[in-house]
């Protein structure tokens, strides 16, 4: 059940965040992640992580639905607690500060009754003792028994960290003679290996509740095709910092700036204007024609590393015009080219 010493900021101001998803290469016998469109075909279906990967049949509950395991991670303070309320809103059975050595016995058990356990989330964090070997404990016993897993991780900046457990005066579960930063780096530091061989990591910074919300839904649903990548497109300003899980950052600030012409200042790079505007620069249009050749170059050969995510950040300097205006045309260049899903958050957007 939800608790620990999970700090996080469930109003955070209200403005949008960084969050990003980082893609890993295969694990034999282990399905892909995915993605939740807002364009394109948008339907959820089932593919293996990699070309010739052989991999167990999915688990299925005594009514023929596919078992669902996610295993929650991240940084004290980073928002577990309050991802683990969203997962019990979602219909997830939610399981906190389980101690390492019980994980393998957890998993016998979630794999013995899987109608009672079709949706379960398990926070595994620094409270489980070698958090790095309690996971690889936790997901072998789970693969081993065809049930498929996904881990997602939560991550924030520093000074946030430290700023949220100044608010609620919660106690770190590594404080001691080092101070509140001095725990947060060794944390950081025991916690690398899971965040390495995480599926996905979110940078909960800056999001609100229902932002963190949107953003874990997108994630639990699977990647549609072995032949798709599922791409992530964020918008954003540089004066507020880059995404850190991006794959590939691109820097549009070489274009004319919009907020300079009085009548464009206040639209965004949603609106015909702004869009004719950026777009009508002989360099935009290099640009992008620049971005899309290297995109035909490259996406074949993430496709065929084993890659099923790729994030794209496309910054400008307060995210709120050019940044728009190009994410925007990719993701329309990518649904014709028919790589793959696509999503797109302008992290921005709500902040002007």
Same mark, same amino acid.
């Given at each position: 059940?939800?608790?620990?010493?999970?700090?996080?900021?469930?109003?955070?101001?209200?403005?949008?965040?960084?969050?990003?998803?980082?893609?890993?290469? /295969?694990?034999?016998?282990?399905?892909?992640?995915?993605?939740?469109?807002?364009?394109?075909?948008?339907?959820?279906?089932?593919?293996?992580?990699?070309?010739?990967?052989?991999?167990?049949?999915?688990?299925?509950?005594?009514?023929?639905?596919?078992?669902?395991?996610?295993?929650?991670?991240?940084?004290?303070?980073?928002?577990?607690?309050?991802?683990?309320?969203?997962?019990?809103?979602?219909?997830?059975?939610?399981?906190? $500060?389980?101690?390492?050595?019980?994980? /393998?016995? &957890?998993? +016998?058990?979630?794999?013995?009754?899987?109608?009672?356990?079709?949706?379960?989330?398990?926070?595994?964090?620094?409270?489980?003792?070698?958090?790095?070997?309690?996971?690889?404990?936790?997901?072998?016993?789970?693969?081993?028994?065809?049930?498929?897993?996904?881990?997602?991780?939560?991550?924030?900046?520093?000074?946030?960290?430290?700023?949220?457990?100044?608010?609620?005066?919660?106690?770190? *579960?590594?404080?001691?003679?080092?101070?509140?930063?001095?725990?947060?780096?060794?944390?950081?530091?025991?916690?690398?290996?899971?965040?390495?061989?995480?599926?996905?990591?979110?940078?909960?910074?800056? &999001?609100?509740?229902?932002?963190?919300?949107?953003?874990?839904?997108?994630? !639990?649903?699977?990647? *549609?095709?072995?032949? +798709?990548?599922?791409?992530?497109?964020?918008?954003?300003?540089?004066?507020?910092?880059?995404?850190?899980?991006?794959?590939?950052?691109?820097?549009?600030?070489?274009?004319? $700036? *919009?907020?300079?012409?009085?009548? !464009?200042?206040?639209?965004?790079?949603?609106?015909?204007?702004?869009?004719?505007?950026?777009?009508?620069? *002989?360099?935009?249009?290099?640009?992008?024609?620049?971005?899309?050749?290297?995109?035909? !170059?490259?996406?074949?050969?993430?496709?065929?590393?084993?890659?099923?995510?790729?994030?794209?950040?496309?910054?400008?300097?307060?995210?709120?015009?050019?940044?728009?205006?190009?994410? @925007?045309?990719?993701?329309?260049?990518? @649904?014709?080219?028919?790589?793959?899903?696509?999503?797109?958050?302008?992290?921005?957007?709500?902040?002007?």
């Amino acid at each position: 059940m939800p608790g620990g010493s999970d700090a996080f900021d469930t109003t955070a101001g209200g403005s949008p965040g960084e969050v990003g998803v980082r893609s890993r290469p /295969p694990r034999q016998g282990r399905p892909a992640g995915g993605t939740r469109t807002r364009g394109g075909s948008g339907g959820p279906s089932e593919t293996a992580r990699g070309a010739g990967v052989t991999e167990p049949a999915h688990a299925k509950d005594g009514r023929g639905n596919e078992q669902r395991v996610v295993i929650l991670s991240g940084l004290s303070g980073a928002g577990k607690t309050a991802a683990t309320k969203l997962f019990e809103d979602l219909g997830y059975t939610c399981m906190d $500060n389980v101690p390492g050595e019980l994980l /393998p016995d &957890l998993a +016998e058990l979630v794999s013995t009754d899987r109608h009672r356990f079709e949706k379960v989330a398990i926070v595994l964090d620094v409270r489980a003792g070698n958090a790095p070997l309690a996971l690889a404990a936790m997901r072998g016993a789970l693969d081993g028994r065809g049930i498929k897993t996904r881990v997602i991780f939560l991550d924030a900046r520093d000074d946030v960290l430290i700023r949220r457990f100044s608010e609620t005066r919660h106690r770190h *579960p590594l404080a001691g003679r080092r101070g509140i930063a001095g725990s947060i780096a060794e944390e950081r530091r025991l916690l690398e290996p899971v965040r390495a061989d995480s599926d996905t990591v979110i940078d909960t910074s800056d &999001l609100s509740l229902r932002q963190l919300k949107e953003r874990i839904f997108s994630h !639990l649903v699977d990647v *549609p095709s072995d032949q +798709e990548l599922a791409f992530q497109l964020i918008s954003f300003g540089f004066k507020y910092g880059v995404p850190l899980e991006a794959d590939l950052v691109f820097d549009v600030r070489f274009m004319e $700036n *919009p907020y300079y012409v009085d009548e !464009l200042r206040h639209l965004s790079g949603l609106t015909p204007a702004v869009r004719g505007y950026v777009m009508g620069q *002989p360099i935009a249009q290099q640009f992008f024609d620049f971005l899309s050749g290297l995109l035909e !170059l490259t996406v074949p050969g993430f496709k065929s590393e084993g890659k099923t995510r790729l994030t794209i950040a496309i910054g400008c300097t307060g995210g709120y015009h050019r940044s728009i205006v190009i994410a @925007e045309e990719l993701r329309a260049w990518l @649904e014709r080219r028919g790589y793959g899903t696509v999503a797109v958050f302008h992290r921005e957007l709500e902040r002007e």
